[in-house]
């Protein structure tokens, strides 16, 4: 079942705390791939972590936006992470989404990370966008009925 956008209008630590044992779905016919969410991170608007905490920018603006798409961004010059819009719209929150437990797709996976080991494909923010194929042109999309959901 898919989160419904009243999910993601709760206050964020309410929203990071519900996407624990959900899953995160990537629609991508044959290579379809699949986690259930164990680990996740809420960012505040006063949080000085927050991508938000200065204002908004070009990069960031989708955090201002409307609850329940996607704000993928690249950090270090080579890794993407995910995080979900929440809270009021205007406010700059989110929620990170750090480690999955792989359920499906996990041949796919393991040719993208170029591992075999089960523990190393989806333990990290970074891990789990590359096993995912989850990358820039994700910025922006709603989870609610693209090609990526929760």
Excluded: W
Excluded at 32 to 56: C, M, N, Q
Excluded at 91 to 106: D, F, K, N, T
């Amino acid at each position: 079942m898919i989160l419904q956008q009243t999910f993601y209008e709760q206050d964020t630590i309410s929203v990071a705390k519900g996407l624990l044992g959900c899953y995160l779905v990537h629609l991508e016919g044959e290579e379809t791939t699949l986690g259930r969410i164990v680990e996740t991170e809420a960012y505040l608007v006063h949080d000085p972590a927050a991508h938000s905490f200065t204002g908004k920018t070009k990069r960031n603006a989708v955090l201002f936006g409307s609850v329940g798409h996607a704000y993928v961004y690249f950090i270090y010059g080579m890794h993407h992470c995910l995080n979900v819009v929440t809270g009021e719209e205007g406010m700059g929150e989110a929620v990170l989404i750090r480690a999955l437990e792989p359920l499906q797709g996990i041949p796919v996976m393991r040719k993208r990370r170029r591992t075999e080991k089960l523990t190393l494909l989806c333990n990290g923010p970074a891990r789990l966008a590359e096993a995912l194929a989850i990358t820039l042109a994700y910025n922006g999309i709603s989870l609610l009925d693209g090609p990526l959901q929760m």
